[in-house]
């Protein structure tokens, strides 16, 4: 029987579709009679010969290590590159290659789960983690494995970079692992590339796609709202998608936060137990994705939320994603957790190896009623304290519409006359010469309606002309994706350091979420509006990033009326960070603790404030689990209080090294037991503080019920115990001569005796020389 000639497209197809085919020259049917069809296919035949020869054939290994974990990449026979394993490190890593098969989940009828960057429109029937529309409307996107290398940044990290290719389209994407060696860190990002002669259009573009090889997984991650920030809940995934997600636009993680963990197999503790902690390092849109597979192995993509957010990426162009960070623990959270407070303080948190200021706020002493005298006078309260530093609050300009309360002021960043008619600098050297530094609150993102700024540049504010305004807090934000208001933010804060050299200290506060997204900015310049939610994050980093240019070294607190914008994309440019405008102590053991599984205690500002009626002792010695500062008329104080704050600020100054660069060890949970009880111990295990709260004083009116096992010691080593921070008049029922082993305060342990009489108690713990 005669063979069926196929046509130019037939034979195409045939050879797409099977990779094992030899690639041979391919002579036309009909080589005379070219038409426009056949040279078209004819050039997209030569594209995908070309390409598909620089394709790897054979099977390709590429471990992503620490010291303890690893993370290894395979492509299979087609090119495509997938996730094999995950978990403990291999003594010997030649070994990752002779990892068993059925790790490689896939078969010709079924999608390949383990997909190390999972992409839309070909072969994929599952969630993508990218996805975009080509120049000529194509939807389809393949990636093949190309090259890799690993370069060796300096002796403890690493950048591993992998590019793959679209066999099609002139299309790439650089995956990027940096690994943080003896912190057990990885952060891992994606570099998109449009190397079409048109724009393509990104609809999905996440950070990373990880594939979590266990039978059973739980995941804790966190919700809340102001004042009620990081409530935990913890679900056993089943098949299908769990979801965490945000669509503020800003103060993104205001009702769910970005950090996660995942325990495998069952819940871990903090001691026990296989965990994963994560987070994405965006200060914007985020979405967590979270599928058990038909394995039972679980799927994570994390990324910028691709809810209204379609990308225009021009030709030649490149798309960095934001990093998402994670560390893996085969000894349960406690461990995971400090893997990443020693990269946060090396790596990440500005200036986290050094120290930090205490302060006293005039916040809750006077809100917006304060001229210059009343602040001057508070001066001389904070020297009283012995604090390094006074801090102005909100309600220091605009004279139009004056800070007089929340509905007016934003965006007018001009002293108020009546309020201080010497201006910042009068105060600043008041201070000085009271022998405090002083700093000062802004809001530069934000406008009021009820503002001379929004009054002349309306078009520089994020609003829908047609459509009747919404505000959060009366007020709305600024466009960042416009340089010019990029510039004008940049200058509110670079004025106030010119103006006044000795500044000491920025309060930068968020306190709106986006209503309305809308960008003038991105009209004009004929830009989708989808790319708002991205480009404000993009212009905020731009300015922060100027702003740090210029002064490396001042301390900034991140604030967004609490936690509303805590995350390492932001924290990058700031020392520490505000959990919440909640200051009751006993809600701040609970928050602090959950805070501290992601972020290290030199980053956490606490402040000693009158929100609550428990003692002022109680109220100290939570604050000084973190940056302690206070919010406080001094001059209210009683002469026991009084001698006691001024004690405490000595007694912190004595400890802080230890809480902000110790190793922290969590002890009792207080969301399973009457009391909470935390420590934190030094490199050499010589000297360790313990924090111990009673947190429902319903079931405790007597000591605490067992002893209290310490961690982070030296078994061998003896120690002694001591109570300090001891309130005046009152003594302690800890005795300070006693000898302890590490041994037996780590197995049988020690009683703090809280009770309701006694209900914060700190030990130091020292070694016995």
């Not at 303890?68 to 090119?79: C, F, S």
């Not at 609150?441 to 829908?464: A, G, N, Q, T």
């Not at 607190?557 to 102590?585: I, K």
């Not at 209290?708 to 921070?725: C, F, H, P, R, S």
């Amino acid at each position: 029987m005669p063979t069926k000639k196929m046509t130019d497209k037939e034979w195409f197809h045939q050879h797409l579709s099977d990779r094992s085919t030899k690639l041979i020259p391919y002579k036309s049917a009909t080589p005379k009679k070219f038409n426009s069809s056949t040279v078209a296919w004819s050039t997209l035949l030569l594209l995908f010969v070309t390409t598909s020869i620089s394709f790897a054939q054979t099977t390709v290994t590429i471990p992503v290590e620490t010291e303890k974990n690893a993370m290894v990449l395979q492509t299979d026979h087609e090119g495509r590159l997938g996730v094999i394993y995950f978990g403990s490190k291999l003594a010997n890593t030649t070994e990752y290659a002779g990892i068993p098969s059925q790790y490689n989940l896939k078969s010709d009828n079924a999608p390949t789960y383990n997909s190390c960057y999972t992409p839309a429109g070909t072969w994929n029937l599952i969630e993508p983690a990218v996805q975009i529309t080509h120049a000529d409307g194509n939807m389809s996107l393949d990636l093949k494995y190309v090259s890799s290398e690993t370069k060796k940044i300096d002796a403890n990290v690493n950048l591993t970079s992998v590019l793959l290719k679209d066999p099609l389209y002139a299309n790439e994407v650089t995956l990027y692992y940096k690994t943080y060696y003896k912190e057990n860190v990885v952060e891992q990002w994606s570099v998109i590339k449009n190397g079409e002669k048109k724009a393509i259009h990104m609809q999905k573009y996440a950070s990373a796609n990880l594939y979590l090889m266990g039978n059973d997984f739980y995941l804790t991650h966190y919700n809340g709202t102001w004042g009620n920030e990081m409530k935990p809940e913890e679900d056993h995934l089943s098949h299908g998608i769990k979801s965490i997600d945000s669509k503020l636009g800003t103060r993104a993680n205001l009702l769910e936060p970005s950090a996660f963990m995942v325990s495998f197999d069952k819940p871990a503790t903090e001691d026990e137990g296989k965990v994963l902690l994560g987070q994405l390092a965006w200060s914007g849109n985020f979405k967590l994705d979270f599928e058990v597979d038909n394995y039972n192995n679980l799927r994570v993509i994390a990324g910028i939320n691709p809810y209204a957010s379609e990308y225009q990426l021009a030709a030649g162009q490149e798309f960095t994603t934001p990093g998402f960070i994670y560390t893996f623990s085969n000894n349960g959270k406690g461990e995971a957790s400090r893997n990443l407070h020693h990269w946060a303080t090396k790596y990440r948190l500005l200036d986290g190896e050094g120290s930090r200021l205490t302060l006293l706020n005039n916040w809750e002493a006077t809100y917006f009623d304060f001229d210059e005298n009343k602040l001057v006078g508070l001066f001389k309260g904070a020297k009283k304290l012995g604090v390094d530093m006074f801090l102005l609050d909100d309600g220091w300009f605009a004279n139009k519409y004056p800070r007089n309360g929340d509905t007016a002021g934003l965006g007018d960043w001009q002293e108020n006359k009546k309020k201080l008619p010497h201006g910042i600098g009068y105060l600043v050297k008041e201070a000085t010469a009271a022998g405090v530094k002083f700093g000062i609150w802004v809001e530069p993102e934000m406008v009021s309606p009820k503002s001379e700024l929004y009054e002349k540049h309306k078009d520089w504010v994020i609003r829908e002309i047609d459509r009747p305004e919404k505000y959060y807090r009366h007020q709305l934000v600024l466009d960042l994706s416009n340089p010019t208001v990029q510039n004008f933010v940049y200058g509110v804060l670079d004025t106030l350091f010119t103006k006044n050299p000795t500044l000491a200290f920025i309060k930068w506060d968020c306190n709106a979420v986006i209503y309305n997204a809308h960008s003038a900015y991105l009209q004009k310049a004929g830009l989708p509006q989808s790319q708002l939610y991205v480009d404000y994050v993009k212009g905020l980093y731009k300015v922060l990033d100027r702003l740090r240019a210029k002064y490396p070294t001042v301390p900034m607190m991140l604030c967004s009326g609490g936690g509303g914008r805590v995350d390492y994309g932001a924290l990058q440019f700031f020392t520490e960070y505000w959990p919440s405008d909640n200051t009751d102590p006993v809600e701040r053991i609970f928050m602090q603790w959950e805070y501290s599984y992601f972020y290290p205690a030199i980053a956490s500002c606490n402040h000693i404030t009158d929100w609550s009626k428990l003692p002022l002792k109680f109220r100290t010695d939570v604050a000084m689990m973190g940056k302690m500062g206070y919010d406080i008329v001094v001059d209210k104080l009683n002469e026991k209080d009084l001698q006691f704050s001024q004690q405490a600020v000595t007694n912190y100054r004595s400890i802080s090294d230890l809480v902000w660069h110790g190793d922290l060890y969590r002890l009792v949970n207080p969301n399973k037991n009457p009391i909470a009880s935390l420590m934190f111990s030094n490199t050499d295990k010589s000297r360790a503080i313990v924090f111990n709260y009673l947190v429902n004083t319903r079931f405790m009116p007597s000591a605490t019920p067992l002893p209290v096992q310490l961690k982070g010691l030296d078994a061998a080593k003896k120690y002694t115990v001591k109570e300090i921070n001891v309130y005046p008049g009152t003594s302690s029922s800890i005795q300070p001569s006693t000898v302890y082993s590490g041994n037996f305060l780590m197995t049988v342990g020690i009683n703090p005796d809280v009770h309701l009489g006694r209900a914060s108690v700190l030990l130091e713990v020292n070694e016995v020389k």
